[in-house]
């Protein structure tokens, strides 16, 4: 089944605390990219990956890092984690149609 | 920034009418797309119209896109409850950014 696995679904850490987000998907997709949700703001794109080690930030790059050292894997790694990275985060990718296949989310609560 | 702004924010209606949302956007674009989104579940595609398109139709979906005025709207017919959800519009696409809007949250009243 086709399909992109985000983990973990749910986090609560505290400030300061270095967290990584995986993300991993099985259709062999180049594109991949990483957005952020919170009410009232919509998506918002945190960074995004035309291919293996292309990497390029998108709108809320600010506090967060990526890597793609491999086509099927999209990691968000957050170095310190501040209060106001509390959201539900999503990766996705893309299909050759341009069609963006969402993961479940992550929820992470920054104390 | 915002590329694609959908109109209504919220849409409450009864079930078997029709709902229509809107999407304008700011710049030229390949292509357009629609989501929907379930409460805190992962975006689902519904339907992409590529900027030489005018209409579209998916089941119980139909898009149109005006790029002379830079929008499109969804109309979902014959609406059900499963059909409560929040909706999407993006723009951008292989290459590009991708963009959403902020959303439409449609409520189908029994």
């Known amino acids: 089944e086709a399909q992109v696995t985000q983990n973990p679904r749910y986090l609560i850490t505290v400030t300061g605390k270095k967290l990584t987000v995986t993300c991993s998907q099985n259709m062999n997709h180049e594109y991949m990219s990483w957005y952020r949700q919170d009410p009232g703001l919509g998506l918002r794109q945190i960074y995004y990956?035309?291919?293996?080690?292309?990497?390029d930030k998108g709108d809320v790059p600010e506090g967060y890092k990526v890597s793609r050292k491999e086509k099927r894997n999209f990691p968000l790694i957050l170095e310190s984690p501040s209060p106001n990275q509390t959201s539900l985060y999503f990766c996705a990718s893309i299909g050759d149609t341009g069609e963006l296949f969402f993961g479940e989310g992550s929820r992470l609560t920054v104390l | 920034s915002q590329q694609g702004e959908e109109d209504p924010q919220a849409l409450s209606i009864q079930e078997g009418e029709n709902a229509t949302m809107n999407c304008s956007y700011k710049t030229s674009i390949n292509n357009l797309q629609w989501y929907r989104q379930n409460s805190g579940r992962g975006l689902v595609h519904l339907i992409l119209i590529r900027s030489n398109e005018r209409e579209k139709h998916s089941g119980r979906l139909r898009v149109t896109l005006d790029t002379s005025k830079k929008s499109s709207s969804l109309l979902i017919t014959a609406s059900r409850a499963a059909d409560t959800a929040s909706y999407f519009c993006?723009?951008?696409?292989?290459?590009?950014?991708?963009?959403f809007g902020k959303g439409t949250r449609l409520h189908i009243l029994p």
């Open positions: 990956s035309m291919n293996v080690e292309v990497t």
């Open positions: 993006a723009t951008g696409g292989r290459g590009d950014k991708i963009i």
